[in-house]
């Protein structure tokens, strides 16, 4: 089947996906594998990874992995580590030692601070052995770019369109990594698709730690951000280097290891990229929203320490 | 790794799906434009190939990255990461 | 050898006897008892299962779908606002083929709120794939859990399955059972041997979505399982009275029991609770020499439509005493019987009786009422019936609904 020179064999998440091009999701999907390998269960709720990569007899996963409905993939995950759990205390044959598996859910932001948010307090509050890792597009995609609680203020979405009397989304995003924390989660860390590497390195940090936690990815929808596909990985970039997208680890509720900046680049540059944003910088009003966006990256760059 | 999983299928218990199945599926044909590598300029930095959503890049055994075009939806990420501008897009021509 | 003990107590030796992996608990009355008693199990040793404290019924549900889809054995128990809130993930457990057994201390719906029990609960998921026993005592509220494991999980069958019983009135009444022996359960139950798991060693993708070229066929043979189930029930059940020594319905493959049915012109239908009174009033009316008789489903789905068909043969009045309503229409035994009775060729009059909704006792004088009334339509010819005459509640507190809403 196909070019005979490619070798997708190794490939724990498959070409073939029907994600769109230049999504940033489809790329957390492949870091996460590449650093989970095949000793791994996914659990994933229903958006759009699952329904690209998934169409029945179609899988583009190496992986085991199982969806079930919107909001309980961190409770599916859960059974399955109980399950795990119960299967080497009371011995049972045939099944990989608890020990050898990571128990990993892959989320969009929708099931994660929305829909799911009762799911996954109770798997973070019961300790299970699950690293949760949520790709942030900032909407709910998979139906139409509609407005969720991580989406920024000033979006315009499908839901929170501009319009005459409207500049988008007016509520500010929920910040998700707090709430983790509160549960008092060992390892909380935000990440980028523009740092692979970093990325990368905090999956395989978080595997290693028993019990619950908790990472979250920016990861850029060019359909629902309308940006050209080729520049996904820039504007993410751009979220990290203005400070409106800080990253960084949170270790027993200790905020470590920032990725610092010598300069923080203005929103602006970040904001322009996306036609999401398009209208802040044409409609009357616009200007307050683009200061509000600038405040924020500057609340972050002191409370999380951004500025070298 | 896969078969085709169109062939001869019966729904399976719980429609349950084997493994890396969606090779059968050639987003190749989405492509507007195509990623040219010029192997002269590229210096094996492998971004194209990490930052590629489609895994349709790869490092070849003789070092050179080259395009899965089975696959490869032409998003253009490749050409825009690659730091020597390497990589060309090119229109489709169908 | 026997002992007295309460229908949560029973239900949880039962659960404790199967000794399922992952049991995921969160507390509803009058369900709570069961898991509260589970707990203690756990706690002093008695049962090594995996106990999860859950923060809701929809997690309940949710952890043990990962768990059974992982190959667990796993439980759980709920009713009524539960119940509602784990359908969403029940419904996608069927889909996906994925065993669970759940306890179900049935109780009424909101609004407005009560504790007490009736069928509109399980009726209300009557069309999501799951296999739903119903019990009329202890004894085989303790049975059905056993035989719903066997079934559940037979690889053929592979679904969810709710074992009901009246919420109170069989959960918190005390009776004499006979509790499993570790010898008998063995020989009945095996150990789970699950068609797929998510096991590393061999991966799969679970809860793939599909399109409308594949998706009418992944559901017809989801009900091609669930309507297969009856023949595993009649095996079970079967299998159940050798090793047991109980029997429940034998001649109608373990899925409906009759009593003084055979040449009864009055047949009562009742799930359940109620029919242990059901009994009484039949006795009363053979002393009196009149052929009265119950007939009792003890599988709502699958349902048991040819049992039923042979069933209620050669009465000539029918009455479906039910502890449910479709609202804006009839309950939905009555509902069901009459649409297999049509397909039969039947001409034998069904009255639909509403009774005990939430927790409202069922007196005999109740049922001496439906069965007066059943007697009152003998022979005649359905069509003779009019729609809204088919439907009674008994009773009905006439004087505390105002004229306009009558």
Not at chain 2, 31 to 49: A, Y
Not at chain 2, 69 to 90: D, N, Q, S, T
Not at chain 3, 57 to 71: D, L
Not at chain 3, 313 to 321: F, K, N, R, T
């Amino acid at each position: 089947m196909g070019d005979d020179r490619f070798n997708h064999e190794e490939d724990l998440f498959c070409p073939g996906h029907r994600a769109c091009p230049g999504c940033g999701a489809a790329l957390t999907s492949k870091f996460v594998t590449e650093v989970t390998g095949p000793n791994t269960i996914m659990s994933m709720p229903t958006g759009c990874m699952e329904v690209t990569t998934t169409p029945y007899p179609e899988s583009a996963w190496g992986i085991s992995w199982i969806h079930n409905i919107f909001e309980n993939a961190a409770a599916v995950a859960g059974g399955i580590e109980r399950a795990y759990r119960s299967f080497k205390r009371r011995g049972k044959k045939g099944y990989t030692d608890y020990d050898d598996v990571n128990f990993v859910v892959l989320a969009g932001d929708g099931a994660t601070f929305d829909i799911g948010i009762r799911s996954l307090s109770g798997m973070m509050e019961r300790g299970h052995d699950v690293l949760y890792i949520c790709y942030d597009n900032e909407a709910y995609m998979n139906t139409g770019i509609q407005r969720s609680s991580s989406t920024p203020i000033g979006a315009s979405t499908t839901t929170s369109p501009a319009g005459k009397e409207s500049l988008g989304e007016d509520i500010h995003k929920k910040d998700m990594p707090s709430i983790a924390a509160a549960h008092g989660l060992e390892y909380i860390a935000t990440a980028s698709i523009a740092y692979p590497e970093d990325f990368k390195k905090k999956v395989e940090k978080a595997l290693e730690i028993e019990g619950p936690k908790y990472i979250q990815i920016f990861a850029p929808c060019p359909r629902g951000w309308r940006h050209e596909s080729k520049n996904s990985i820039k504007i993410a970039r751009l979220a990290v280097e203005t400070g409106l997208y800080p990253i960084y680890e949170m270790e027993n509720g200790e905020i470590t290891n920032v990725k610092k900046l010598k300069e923080r680049k203005p929103v602006e540059e970040y904001l322009k990229a996306q036609g999401r944003f398009k209208h802040l910088f044409k409609q009357e009003g616009g200007d307050k929203v683009v200061e509000e966006l600038q405040s924020i990256a500057d609340h972050n760059a002191k409370k999380i320490g951004i500025d070298k | 790794m896969s078969k085709d999983p169109y062939k001869d299928l019966k729904i399976t218990k719980g429609a349950v799906v084997r493994p890396g199945t969606t090779l059968v599926n050639k987003t190749g044909s989405w492509r507007s434009e195509r990623p040219i590598v010029d192997h002269e300029k590229c210096v094996g930095c492998g971004n194209c190939e990490k930052f590629c959503p489609d895994m349709a890049i790869k490092e070849m055994e003789n070092g050179r990255f080259e395009v899965d075009l089975e696959y490869c939806k032409g998003c253009g990420i490749c050409a825009e990461e690659c730091p020597v501008k390497a990589i060309e897009m090119e229109k489709e021509e169908r | 050898m026997t002992k007295i003990m309460t229908g949560y107590e029973a239900v949880a030796e039962a659960v404790k006897a199967c000794n399922p992996d992952v049991i995921p608990a969160y507390p509803i009355t009058p369900q709570t008892d069961i898991v509260e008693r589970i707990s203690e199990m756990v706690a002093d040793g008695e049962l090594t299962s995996e106990y999860v404290r859950v923060d809701s019924e929809f997690n309940a549900a949710s952890t043990a779908i990962g768990a059974s889809a992982a190959g667990a054995r796993t439980f759980t128990a709920t009713c009524s606002q539960g119940l509602k809130l784990m359908s969403e993930p029940l419904f996608s457990a069927a889909g996906m083929r994925l065993p669970l057994v759940l306890a179900i201390a049935n109780r009424s719906l909101s609004a407005p709120l009560s504790i007490w029990g009736d069928h509109t609960d399980t009726f209300a998921e009557r069309d999501g794939g799951m296999i739903q026993f119903y019990a009329e005592d202890l004894q085989e509220a303790m049975d059905n859990i056993a035989i719903a494991y066997r079934v559940a999980e037979d690889k053929d069958i592979s679904l969810p399955a709710l074992s009901c019983l009246d919420g109170f009135i069989l959960t918190h009444v005390q009776e004499e059972v006979d509790p499993f022996t570790q010898k008998e359960i063995e020989e009945f139950l095996p150990e789970r041997d699950p068609v797929n798991t998510l096991d590393p060693s061999d991966p799969t993708t679970m809860g793939a979505y599909a399109r409308p070229e594949h998706w009418t066929e992944t559901r017809y043979v989801v009900h091609r399982a669930v309507k297969r189930s009856k023949e595993k029930i009649g095996k079970a059940v079967e299998e159940f009275a050798d090793i047991f020594d109980r029997e429940y319905g034998l001649e109608y493959n373990g899925l409906v029991e009759t009593y003084r049915a055979d040449d009864a012109e009055v047949l009562i239908v009742a799930l359940g609770s109620v029919c242990g009174t059901t009994r009484y009033v039949v006795d009363e009316y053979r002393d009196m020499g009149e052929k009265v008789g119950m007939v009792r489903p003890r599988v709502y789905r699958p349902f048991p439509e040819k049992e039923l068909a042979r069933a209620l043969e050669g009465a000539e009045s029918i009455a479906v005493m039910e502890k449910d309503i479709s609202l804006g229409y009839q309950g939905g035994l009555a509902i069901d019987i009459k649409s297999m009775l049509y397909s039969n060729g039947s001409k034998i009059p069904v009255l639909n009786y509403i009774v005990g909704l939430a927790g409202r006792d069922v007196s005999k004088e109740n049922i001496r009422n439906v069965v007066e009334g059943a007697k009152e339509v003998k022979g005649k010819d359905p069509t003779d019936l009019d729609f809204d005459d088919e439907e009674r509640w008994e009773p009905l507190r006439k004087e505390l609904i105002s004229e306009d809403d009558m």
